[in-house]
């Protein structure tokens, strides 16, 4: 039987994953001292261990930033994992906790005022909380790549773009500076930057915003990450580039065998992107599943809220998205109850004094967080 490409990026025994590069050195910054810095070690040299378990295993995982006006709450008691190779949607409206998920599974929160409060980030095996800060730098360089809304912020706009990607190259994977300008110019190429050789001496500003994108994909895939996080990749760009990226990073997604953690308001491009979606409300997760699953039959209302504000293919062009009445929480204030509840139609007394949990609805890989389709309670349906 031959796998299709969808059973290829949700296997974890892929062929993505057995054709990884075997073995490399032993990076210096691994320190042998610890535990887990000899487990980061052992993981480094070997690849083939991976097959049996998870890329990402994140479990309890709360983030607070500490402000003067009180702790907000901006990822609480996260779990979820990802499957090597897997794309997963992180969606939910503004604020509601994705961007600090992402910095959170990358040690990346401003601290202060933030700090990681609980849980457990399994990376590929490692335990990432317990990490020097050096070898988090390490895996970040050599495992993870990201991808931003805006990549002027994360390009520097006094470096040609030619070095910012051999930089990464040569850092991450010991590349000779030959060997990393010459793999520079074959990701610019790969990426769609015509003209590959000759614009690696330009500048950031020369390039238009898609094109930018393109280098910043260049430079996170520079270090053969197994991760890629993206969030919000192609807000900021007009709807035909917005295409061609993310077919972009779908593609390389393939090729690589890269699981990818897209960050997305847009319910439309986690719908054509993702294999399973989270959908975030509040800093919680409020329902999990994959995606025709979910969108087929959504299990909470906020999920069904979100999904009624999709653009439909049989509306008016430029018709007004539906949108969910009322605001988010404010996340200082959250207590033991249903965060929707204040703009649940089918809230009831239940959903003010006790906080929904996710739980599963028509199989294991499908969990939503409410009363009212909580089996032996609905009440919705
Ligand atoms: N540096 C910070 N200081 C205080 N609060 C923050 C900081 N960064 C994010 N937050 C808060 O954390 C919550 C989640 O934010 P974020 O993850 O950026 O949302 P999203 O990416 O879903 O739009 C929001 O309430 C936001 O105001
Ligand atoms: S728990 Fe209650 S308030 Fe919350 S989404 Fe479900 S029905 Fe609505
Ligand atoms: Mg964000």
């Known amino acids: 039987m ?3 490409d969808d059973d290829r990026r949700v296997d974890p ?9 075997d073995t490399e050195k032993l990076p210096e910054a691994v320190s042998l001292e610890t535990e887990e810095g000899r487990r980061l070690a052992a993981q480094l040299a070997d690849e083939k261990a991976r097959h049996a378990r998870k890329l990402l295993e994140v479990r309890d995982l709360s983030t607070q930033f500490f402000t003067k006006d009180g702790v907000v709450h901006a990822v609480d008691r996260v779990s979820f994992e990802l499957d090597y190779g897997e794309t997963l949607g992180l969606v939910g409206e503004s604020g509601c906790g994705k961007s600090v998920t992402a910095l959170s599974l990358t040690r990346l929160v401003p601290d202060p005022p ?5 849980g457990e980030v399994i990376f590929d095996g490692v335990d990432i909380m317990k990490l020097s800060s050096e070898e988090m730098r390490l895996l970040r360089g050599k495992r993870i790549g990201f991808i931003f809304q805006d990549p002027m912020t994360s390009l520097n706009p006094t470096l040609t773009i030619g070095f910012q990607i051999a930089e990464s190259a040569r850092l991450h994977l010991g590349l000779s500076n030959r060997a990393a300008n010459d793999r520079a110019v074959e990701l610019l190429s790969k990426v769609g930057i015509p003209r590959a050789r000759d614009r690696m001496g330009d ?3 020369q390039f238009s915003g898609g094109m930018r994108q393109r280098v910043m994909i260049a430079i996170a895939l520079a270090c053969d990450p197994m991760l890629l996080l993206a969030d919000e990749p192609t807000t900021a760009l007009d709807v035909t580039i917005q295409a061609q990226i993310l077919e972009l990073i779908r593609s390389l997604s393939d090729e690589f065998g890269t699981a990818v953690i897209l960050i997305t308001h847009d319910l439309g491009i986690a719908a054509g992107m993702c294999h399973r979606v989270n959908v975030m409300y509040a800093g919680q997760i409020v329902e999990t599943g994959v995606v025709d699953d979910l969108f087929e039959n959504p299990r ?6 979100l999904l009624d504000s999709l653009p439909r293919l049989d509306e008016e062009r430029g018709s007004r998205l539906r949108t969910i009445e009322g605001m988010p929480p404010d996340l200082i204030h959250v207590g033991d109850d249903c965060r929707f509840a204040p703009r649940c139609p089918y809230s009831r007394d ?3 004094e006790d906080e929904p949990q996710l739980t599963e609805r028509e199989g294991p890989d499908h969990l939503a967080r409410c009363w009212g389709t909580e089996p032996g309670r609905a009440w919705i349906e």
Not at 300 to 305: E, K, R, S, T
């Open 114 to 118: 933030g700090k990681i409060t609980s």
């Open 203 to 205: 500048y950031p500003h």
């Open 300 to 305: 909470m209302p906020y999920a069904w809220g």
């Open 13 to 21: 025994g892929s062929p993505a994953v057995a054709e990884l590069p």
């Open 2 to 4: 031959t796998a299709t």
């Open 350 to 352: 239940i959903c003010l």
